[in-house]
T-cell receptor, first 115, second 114 residues
């Protein structure tokens, strides 16, 4: 079974530029998460989707971050404009269902460096 | 919201010895506690988890214990091997209501000395 796919793996941008990350979850997984992992810390949830609907975006900085999952499969996370403090690894995870605590499977992440 | 504290931040043990990592959580509604292993340049990988209706769970050299009264849970690795070297994260979540994003601890860098 293929795992969670993410691209690109690395991205370097200047501050105030925009950037987008892509995630393809494990086939059949209805729930998709985006986490931000700053160096030396644990992942922090940004947003959770159930199919193409948002379940939780309470920790998403909505003035600069946006995410969508239009067809209930792939998802994109965008930052516009980027700040220095956005430098982090952005992890995508998927789970078979929500409503009960089920295993979350993580992708390899996208490492973002903002200069 | 939930807050998870993890200790120690770094743990160095001799190969073959045991390692113990401890976590505490704040939300009494939390009922699912996974442990993830993260190697350099990779995403976190689940190694074991425990639910609130169970006090202990074991899988070969890895075990997890949960004390709901004290709100703490621990990871135990026995007979450590070089490939156990990695960063380990504990997490907690309260299920129900649909939102089940994990709250993670800050991680423990486990170093296995040959």
């Amino acid at each position: 079974e293929a795992g969670v796919a993410q691209s690109p793996r690395y991205k370097i941008i200047e501050k105030r530029q925009s950037v987008a990350f892509w995630c393809n979850p494990i086939s059949g997984h209805a729930t998709l998460y985006w986490y931000q992992q700053i160096l030396g810390q644990g992942p922090k949830l940004l947003i959770q989707f159930q199919n193409n609907g948002v379940v939780d975006d309470s920790q998403l900085p909505k003035d600069r971050f946006s995410a969508e999952r239009l067809k209930g499969v792939d998802s994109t996370l965008k930052i516009q404009p980027a700040k220095l403090e956005d430098s982090a690894v952005y992890l995508c995870a998927s789970s078979p269902r929500t409503g009960t605590s089920d295993t979350q499977y993580f992708g390899p992440g996208t490492r973002l460096t903002v200069l | 919201g939930e807050n998870v504290e993890q200790h120690p931040s770094t743990l160095s043990v001799q190969e073959g010895d045991s390692a113990v990592i401890k976590c505490t959580y704040s939300d009494s509604a939390s009922n699912y506690f996974p442990w993830y292993k993260q190697e350099l340049g990779k995403g976190p990988q689940l190694i074991i988890d425990i639910r609130s209706n169970v006090g202990e769970k074991k899988d070969q050299r890895i075990a997890v214990t949960l004390n709901k009264t004290a709100k703490h849970f621990s990871l135990h690795i026995t007979e450590t091997q070089p490939e156990d070297s990695a960063v380990y994260f504990c997490a907690a979540v309260a299920s129900g209501g649909g939102a089940d994003g994990l709250t993670f601890g800050k991680g423990t860098h486990l170093i296995i000395q040959p």
